[in-house]
């Protein structure tokens, strides 16, 4: 015991000095108080200072053995402990803000909002049918976890390998092959969680310490359905989008579907709610046509803001222009929904959009007076990232965000 009690004092871990610092100014102190009882004035004076002066010294030396100590038991020591607790703080001080959508444009407008806030609450589609998600619906009669996958690993702020862990896809020959290891680790919590989905995304936020919370906007088992333009339907999100075909409403089943407390409460306290950016049809709609959301959302307080996409989606939104994007969102709501629309200005370079042209997709063209006509401020910006595929920037589309957002409602730190 005693040997372990010596090893506190060797060389490197930083406590000896501040030990001594903190010893060093009870001495001062005593000293100081044992002058304070001469009749001299100028002597009370000096030994007034002296006792400041130990006090600074002790208060010094206990601090940082306090922090010395906390930083050994910290990952690696590559931690600044006040970095985290001011980044914390600041980010606790952030707006309310709640994101309605799904796909990988929702996880992407989350990765760069939690550096402005961790208070967000991201509202997700939980109407997925295709891949590893509607494999799962189909076996588990479970929702669909890939979009809650996605934005827990966008507000994640465990170790990177986590990440990729929980967005790792078996490949090889098997009965796990397509399936992501996410969608597997949240139906394995669903299971153990007794059947309650909110819990399991709640476990799962917690094994990945993300910043925010991520609610599934409906925990029903729901199906989405299209009508056509030429009178036909079709049921199941992933057989959607099909070519030449206009969507002309977009329904639920069943239609007794309801949305989950915590996300209707979510939209209650927003200060801002963020629609898209993500598929129109397939990720924004679905969630505001639950029974009751709309409604919500309508009467909310909050600043609501659309971020249109930057590309047109084949089978989806053929032809459309930023205008239409926020006319189908209306016509599938009411009024109240949307105060403006963000909306990227910048030109896609001709290479890329000779990728893009070959598989049916066409810049989204911002037809700003059509969008003011409809009674809704406009925000026409650079969003633009031009990588391996065409989509917004993160930190683009967070800059935005946030300057309209401080422009707006005077939200300051």
Not at 83 to 94: D, P, S, T
Not at 161 to 190: D, I, P, V, W
Request: glycine fraction near 8%.
């Amino acid at each position: 015991m005693s040997k372990n009690l010596v090893k506190w004092l060797y060389p490197g871990i930083k406590v000896k000095r501040w030990l001594f610092t903190f010893l060093s100014g009870l001495v001062i102190i005593v000293l100081g108080a044992s002058l304070m009882s001469t009749p001299y004035g100028l002597v009370k004076t000096f030994a007034f200072i002296v006792v400041i002066i130990g006090v600074i010294f002790s208060v010094l030396g206990v601090i940082k053995m306090v922090v010395s100590l906390i930083t050994l038991f910290l990952p690696q020591g590559e931690r600044d402990l006040v970095n985290i607790l001011y980044q914390r703080r600041y980010l606790e001080r952030g707006p309310k803000i709640v994101t309605i959508g799904g796909g990988h444009g929702l996880s992407q407008l989350l990765f760069g909002l939690k550096e402005y806030s961790s208070n967000i609450t991201a509202i997700v589609t939980v109407a997925d049918s295709g891949g590893s998600s509607g494999r799962l619906r189909e076996e588990f009669n479970i929702v669909a976890p890939g979009d809650i996958r996605n934005c827990l690993v966008a507000l994640a702020d465990a170790p990177a390998l986590m990440g990729e862990l929980f967005q790792f896809r078996f490949s090889k020959e098997s009965q796990l092959q397509g399936h992501n290891f996410g969608n597997l680790f949240l139906t394995a919590m669903y299971q153990v969680t007794g059947g309650d989905f909110e819990k399991a995304v709640e476990e799962c936020s917690k094994v990945l310490a993300i910043r925010g919370k991520v609610v599934p906007s409906t925990v029903n088992n729901v199906h989405l359905i299209a009508e056509y333009e030429d009178g036909s339907r079709t049921e199941g999100e992933a057989k959607i989008p099909i070519p030449n075909k206009k969507i002309k409403r977009l329904y639920l089943t069943p239609e007794d579907a309801r949305p989950t407390k915590d996300a209707l409460e979510a939209i209650r306290q927003a200060d801002i709610v963020i629609l898209g950016p993500g598929s129109l049809y397939t990720s924004v709609i679905p969630n505001l046509i639950i029974k009751g959301l709309a409604e919500v959302l309508a009467g909310a307080s909050a600043y609501k803001i659309y971020v249109c996409n930057v590309m047109t989606q084949p089978g989806e939104t053929d032809g459309y222009s930023a205008s239409d994007h926020v006319r189908a969102i209306l016509e599938h709501t009411t009024t109240g929904v949307l105060n403006a629309a963000l909306i990227n200005d910048a030109a896609v370079p001709a290479e890329a959009l000779g990728r893009y042209e070959d598989q049916g997709q066409f810049p989204v063209k911002s037809d700003l007076e059509r969008i003011k006509e409809m009674d809704l401020k406009v925000i026409a910006t650079d969003l633009l990232s031009v990588k391996d595929y065409v989509r917004h920037d993160s930190e683009k589309l967070t800059g935005a965000l946030i300057k309209l957002i401080e422009s707006q409602r005077v939200i300051k730190r």
